[in-house]
């Protein structure tokens, strides 16, 4: 074998190993570098994981201290509202109490004054009682006048016994049939009357429900709140309702009943087919005004003193 053949082997031989070598270092060093890498990857992954969840820490905390700040905030308001809420509860409750004590007084008050009033009704009443039985020739007309005040005298009586309202409007109506022939009580409901009471009239010819401005008459009455006389057959206006029609010599009239200012229904009489005896307009229409005066302040009264229990209690 040749120099030559012998050196280029032993350079083949050494080529060969120096590529081994060379294969099982780069091989190392690859994996060397993808151990870095890995451990590279982990450790920022590991990194990030940690600033994720310090960052989410921190915005948790964040916002717990701006719930909580709004939480205090919300409660000194709602404290501050409740003071102010609880000052003027407690001033509402005194100036109720305040008005239910003055209501009380008044209705005391009213009460005096129709007890006076009744007493000295009753006086007047029984005098003239008393100096028509005490003359020894008394003319029918007499007679006729102390029947009308001993009518009137039970009337306001019963009124002052009646302890509803239901019980002061019957009393009425049935004290106001005693003076006159026949008599209606109608209830204001809105733009309408509506009868609820009636005395003497003939089938057929009772109040129907009407609407208060197809009458002028009516429309008046409520509207001014005062007594109003109709107008006799011959001269009746066109829109009169039928059980209003009075004939010629007779009398019919219509009074408010007020309560609170307010007409909260009307009383409609009229001496249609009453006895001769018993035609005295003058007497029995003043008559009856006053009764209705009188159940309005019984009604006004009874509202009083049952807003009055209704508030206290």
């Known amino acids: 074998m040749t120099m030559d053949h012998r050196l280029r ?7 060969a190993r120096f590529r081994r070598d060379l294969d099982a270092h780069v091989q190392g060093l690859t994996a060397d570098l993808l151990r870095i890498g890995t451990e590279s990857q982990e450790y920022w992954r590991s990194t990030l994981e940690r600033a994720v969840t310090d960052a989410r820490q921190d915005a948790e905390r964040g916002f717990k201290a701006r719930l909580e700040a709004l939480r205090n905030e919300l409660t000194r308001e709602m404290d501050v509202r409740l003071v102010t809420e609880r000052a003027q509860l407690q001033a509402a409750t005194n ?39 005490e003359e020894p020739k008394v003319n029918h007309a007499r007679d006729a006048r102390v029947d009308t005040l001993e009518r009137m005298l039970g009337a306001v009586r019963r009124i002052d016994e009646a302890s509803s309202l239901t019980g002061i409007l019957e009393t009425l109506s049935a004290g106001a049939a005693e003076q006159t022939a026949r008599v209606a009580l109608l209830l204001v409901d ?21 609407t208060i401005g197809t009458s002028g008459l009516l429309t008046a009455t409520v509207a001014l709140k005062q ?56 007497v029995w229409t003043e ?11 019984r009604l006004e009264n009874l509202t009083s003193v049952r807003t009055t229990e209704v508030m206290g209690s």
Do not use: C, N
């Open 9 to 15: 082997e032993v350079v083949d031989a050494f080529v």
């Open 95 to 133: 100036a109720a109490v305040q008005a239910t004590q003055a209501a009380a007084e008044a209705a005391q008050a009213a009460q005096a004054q129709a007890a006076q009033v009744r007493a000295a009704q009753a006086q007047m009443a029984l005098a003239e009682v008393h100096r028509a039985t």
């Open 287 to 297: 008559e009856i005004d006053l009764l209705v005066r009188h159940a309005a302040i």
């Open 190 to 210: 809105g733009d309408v009357l509506k009868p609820w009471s009636v005395h003497g009239f003939d089938a057929g010819h009772e109040p129907r429900e009407i």
């Open 227 to 282: 007594t109003s006389f109709v107008k006799p057959l011959i001269a009746r206006e066109i829109t009169t309702p039928g059980f209003m029609q009075v004939p010629v010599g007779h009398t019919g009239l219509v009074v408010p009943l007020i309560v609170g200012g307010d007409v909260v229904a009307v009383l409609y009489a009229d001496d249609v087919g009453a006895p001769p005896e018993q035609e005295d307009a003058p």
